[in-house]
């Protein structure tokens, strides 16, 4: 089993428990458990088959959690999970992603109608019949309804973290093989788009069969749903994410990969484009309709070519004016992943953080960053501890120290300030000042008409101390939209008061989406891209960021934190 699996059904149980009131301190070492086991770098199952090793060198597995790795490894289940599952079925989890419902209500909806699935819920609010619950009404069904409606719509889809996570196991799997020359993801996940259906991957060389077969015995294939040919689609892990596999030959991998990559809208104009210019394109290849001659077939770039077009990157294609770009030779040069010189938003033990500012420089050191700010919350979130004028003050001081000693690398003393109801800054002027780089956020009150919320962001941008509008929606992917606000208005005057914008790269954030990207850029917004770490292992999701700003056309240069310190320190005091 994959430790994302044991992970998995850890976190499963502490929500079963939840729903059945059982004590905090046991569902809290489960969670605790599964996310340290998530952010392991090496394999549970590894270190438990090893005799010189013990998984409670693990930090955040202690005993008890031991035996139960020990018995999952054994027969894929633990005696808690199976005492949970017999109490409540596996379907009640699901309820636990309708807003609007803890798991107290799951529990008694439960124990009044014997009702655990979403379509029994819809009917329960249809029938009225929830609102003769203690502590429930008809506001609430209502709310439910939505709810339900919007989990409907997303369901079927997943972060792209998780779908690259996924997608590079078998990459990986297939490269360790013999005779496999290339494996590649295609499909939404190779365009960086936000969340995926489905896994898109391909295979050639010589083995590219042998790999198929592989594929469909691999360890966490659930089920096989179709094996043909030279094609086979399985569904992997508890989650039952789709993963669509293509064995192809070498002189038509291009073809097949610019066909599987998409999106179906960015083909459909390329194959009018060729049928214009007298060729017929297909995952096959390039062909003219005079002679049915091959013109091109082996790589997407000897395509484009043909087509009198430049590579177009698949993150561009979603036609949205790439074609166009690239018959005139006018495609940005994307920013890339390694132009990536420091990480301008985390948390630490001070707030919210799970490791001190010392853990995280040092991860960061080791990623190869020159600099950081630690961004911690401020004192509205008093759930997370967050920093008074006080703290903020001191921790600058602390800051300068650090850098002064220096511990190889460059340390921004930052603050993640709220931003209030009214638009204020939740910490006052004089402490801000102290700081060299303030992320303005909105964390409550997102509920408001979005009259009320531009004003408020327009006061915000009032704060002379403001560097960056932080996640600036608020969405968070498959759960909630991003709140309404006039966006236009607040990037003009962001980019009047040189406000940059932050593309937060929190996998379920990725917050701003390309549209909203290439609008802000347009009004002459500059960005940062940011992990919001909350933990050392959270540093790696900058490339999802990275993804989001190539959708959205982005270059090196729109981008604050591929500049060298010095070259970020002028352009922050302009
Ligand atoms: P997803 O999985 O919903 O996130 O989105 P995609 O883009 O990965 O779509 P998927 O998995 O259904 O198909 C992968 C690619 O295959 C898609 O981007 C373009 C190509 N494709 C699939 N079906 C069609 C089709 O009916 N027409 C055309 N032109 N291309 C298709
Ligand atoms: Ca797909
Ligand atoms: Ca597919
Ligand atoms: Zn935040």
């Not at 438990?48 to 035996?67: C, D, H, M, Q, Y």
């Not at 690398?409 to 700081?435: F, Q, V």
Request: hydrophobic share 40%; net charge negative.
């Amino acid at each position: 089993m994959e430790n994302r699996e044991i992970a998995q059904l850890l976190s499963e149980t502490a929500d079963l428990m939840e729903i059945a009131g059982e004590d905090g301190f046991r569902i809290r070492s489960y969670r605790n458990g599964a996310s340290a086991i998530e952010g392991l770098p090496e394999r549970i199952e590894d270190i438990l088959k090893n005799p010189a090793r013990k998984v409670t060198e693990i930090a955040g597995i202690g005993k008890g959690l031991a035996s139960v790795l020990k018995e999952i490894s054994e027969r894929g289940s633990f005696e808690r999970r199976d005492q949970m599952l017999e109490r409540y079925p596996p379907t009640a989890l699901e309820l636990l992603k309708i807003q609007g419902l803890g798991p107290k209500s799951i529990a008694l909806i439960w124990e009044h109608f014997r009702v655990s699935t979403i379509d029994g819920l819809e009917r329960l609010c249809r029938e009225q019949k929830l609102q003769t619950l203690p502590r429930m009404g008809g506001k609430l069904e209502e709310k439910v309804l939505r709810s339900i409606a919007q989990y409907r719509q997303r369901s079927g889809r997943f972060l792209l973290s998780f779908a690259t996570q996924i997608a590079n196991e078998f990459i990986g799997f297939f490269r360790a093989m013999d005779g496999i020359d290339q494996a590649t993801q295609a499909g939404s996940g190779r365009r960086g788009k936000e969340t995926v259906g489905d896994v898109d991957l391909l295979v050639t060389g010589p083995n590219a069969d042998a790999a198929l077969e592989a594929f469909v015995k691999h360890p966490s294939v659930h089920e096989v749903l179709v094996k043909g040919e030279n094609k086979a689609s399985v569904k992997v892990g508890l989650e039952g994410i789709q993963v669509d596999l293509r064995a192809l030959p070498k002189h038509n991998y291009g073809a097949a990969l610019q066909y599987f990559t998409g999106s179906k809208e960015h083909s459909i104009v390329l194959r009018s484009r060729a049928l214009k210019m007298g060729m017929t394109l297909n995952e096959y290849g390039l062909f003219r309709l005079d002679n049915n001659e091959l013109v091109a077939s082996e790589t997407e770039e000897s395509i484009y070519a043909a087509l009198g077009l430049d590579w177009i990157p698949p993150e561009l294609r979603e036609n949205q004016g790439e074609i166009e770009a690239a018959a005139e030779h006018r495609l940005p040069k994307l920013i890339e992943a390694s132009q990536i010189r420091g990480d301008l938003h985390m948390h630490t033990t001070e707030t919210d953080g799970r490791a001190s500012l010392e853990e995280m420089a040092e991860s960061a050191r080791a990623l190869g960053y020159e600099y950081i700010a630690i961004t911690d919350h401020s004192k509205a979130l008093a759930m997370a501890n967050g920093l008074d004028e006080q703290r903020a003050v001191d921790f600058a001081k602390r800051v300068r120290d650090i850098n002064k000693r220096g511990i190889g690398i460059h340390i921004l003393s930052g603050l993640e300030c709220d931003i209030k109801r009214d638009g204020t800054m939740d910490l006052a002027n004089d402490a801000l000042a102290e700081l060299d780089f303030v992320v303005a956020s909105v964390h409550s009150h997102m509920n408001l008409e979005a009259a009320e919320m531009t004003d408020r962001l327009l006061a915000a941008l009032e704060c002379p101390h403001v560097r960056v509008f932080g996640h600036p929606t608020g969405r968070i992917l498959m759960h909630r939209e991003g709140f309404p606000f006039d966006f236009e208005r607040v990037a003009r005057e962001a980019a009047r008061r040189k406000v940059c914008m932050e593309i937060n790269a929190s996998p379920e954030r990725l917050d701003l989406s390309a549209p909203f990207i290439r609008l802000a850029k347009s009004h002459g917004i500059r960005f940062v891209i940011s992990t919001d770490a909350h933990h050392p292992k959270h540093l790696h999701n900058m490339p999802y960021g990275v993804a989001m700003a190539r959708r959205g056309w982005l270059t090196a240069d729109d981008v604050l934190n591929t500049y060298s310190l010095a070259k970020l320190q002028k352009t922050l005091s302009n």
